[in-house]
Structures are given as structure tokens and as C-alpha cells.
């Protein structure tokens, strides 16, 4: 009878330890190479994003990166001028930002007046040109339109008052993209798609 008991007993933990072992590889799979969430810490994308919000991020979309390194094994896309992304910050690679890419490799950038030129045109894409910009930081000054380098990128916060980005620290290089951010999930009443 204990013989049988005991079977039974080893039969449930070896099948529980296995689904248990499963359900813990299949999350670190998912989140390592498909979506994260992250929590909003502070307010530099306000309006768009508030502290306190939770964000889903799609982490394949611009290559997929081996854990715990700056290496990708495969590239799909580049950021794109409006996305909201995340990315380990440059100054200190252990905590990751989140800001809006404003410009791409190659492009030449200048804040003016509080508006965005592209190459040399106004940038007219919503929500960027309904947001005024400071002339902040050593890659923003008056009248001073910088080039951004290969495999990097010009990023800032919606918030421009409150926001450490590009214009203090300079370009952020494509290894250090984590994601793109896509939607908030939490609170209830700001579930949305990111745009």
C-alpha cells in the first residue's frame, strides 16, 4: 500500500516539476525575445505616457538580442521617426528609458523655434509637432543642426521641460534598442495602443 502511495506520490511532483520547469522556460522565451512589460517610472513622456502606467513592449521587432548582452542574432527593422521605444540607457546600461525616436541614421536634425526640422523641413507628424522642444543639452543648441551617425539614433521625450534625452547625452546607438513600445495595459482606464 505505501509502495503504491508513494509511486503515485513521485508520478504527481515529477508531472507537476515538468509542467512547473515548462511554464518557467516558455516565460523566459516570451519575454526575452517577444514582449516585456515595464512600468513607467517618471513623467518625461507625458502626456502620452503617465508614471505609474505599465507598458507592453515588442522586443523582436528590431532584431533579436542574446540576453544579458548588447549582440543581436538577426535584424528586422530600424526605429522609425514616431516610435515610442525602449532602450537601455547609454550612461548606465543596467536601467532602461523609454523616449520617442525623432530621428534615423542619416538624418540631420534641428531644433528651431521649438519645432522639429528633419532635413531641413518641419516635422509634421503627430504627436511630434504638437510638442514644443527645448534647446537643451550640447546636441540641441540654437541654430545647430547635428547629422546622426550610422546605427544610431535621436531620441526625446514627449515631455521636453523634464526629459534626459538625446539633446544632453548625444546618440543612441542601435545595439542598445530594446523595443518597441506598443500599448498600455494598466490602469484599466488608459488601456490603449501606443502611437
Given at each position: ?30 519575454r ?16 502620452t505616457?503617465l ?11 528590431y532584431?533579436l ?30 536601467r ?20 522639429i ?16 522642444y ?12 547635428i ?11 514627449d ?11 548625444g ?25
Amino acid at each position: 500500500m505505501f509502495l503504491k502511495l508513494d509511486a503515485k506520490k513521485k508520478a504527481f511532483f515529477k508531472e507537476t516539476f515538468e509542467t512547473i520547469g515548462v511554464a518557467v522556460i516558455l516565460a523566459l522565451i516570451i519575454r526575452s525575445f517577444i514582449i516585456q512589460p515595464f512600468k513607467i517610472p517618471t513623467g518625461s513622456m507625458e502626456p502620452t505616457l503617465l508614471p505609474g502606467d505599465r507598458i507592453l513592449v515588442v522586443r523582436y521587432i528590431y532584431g533579436l538580442r542574446i540576453p544579458f548582452t548588447f549582440k543581436r542574432l538577426a535584424k528586422f527593422k530600424h526605429p522609425q521617426t514616431g516610435d515610442i521605444i525602449v532602450f537601455n540607457y547609454p550612461e548606465d546600461t543596467k536601467r532602461a528609458f523609454i523616449k520617442r525616436c525623432i530621428g534615423t541614421p542619416g538624418d540631420e536634425i534641428e531644433i528651431k523655434n521649438g519645432e522639429i526640422r528633419l532635413n531641413g523641413s518641419t516635422l509634421k507628424k503627430q504627436p511630434i509637432n504638437g510638442i514644443y522642444y527645448y534647446n537643451r543639452g550640447d546636441f540641441a543648441r540654437e541654430n545647430k543642426s547635428i547629422k546622426i551617425p550610422e546605427d544610431s539614433f535621436f531620441v526625446l521625450g514627449d515631455n521636453s521641460a523634464s526629459s534626459k534625452d538625446s539633446r544632453y547625452w548625444g546618440y543612441l546607438e542601435d545595439k542598445y534598442l530594446i523595443g518597441k513600445a506598443v500599448m498600455i495595459y494598466w490602469p484599466l482606464n488608459r488601456i490603449r495602443i501606443l502611437k
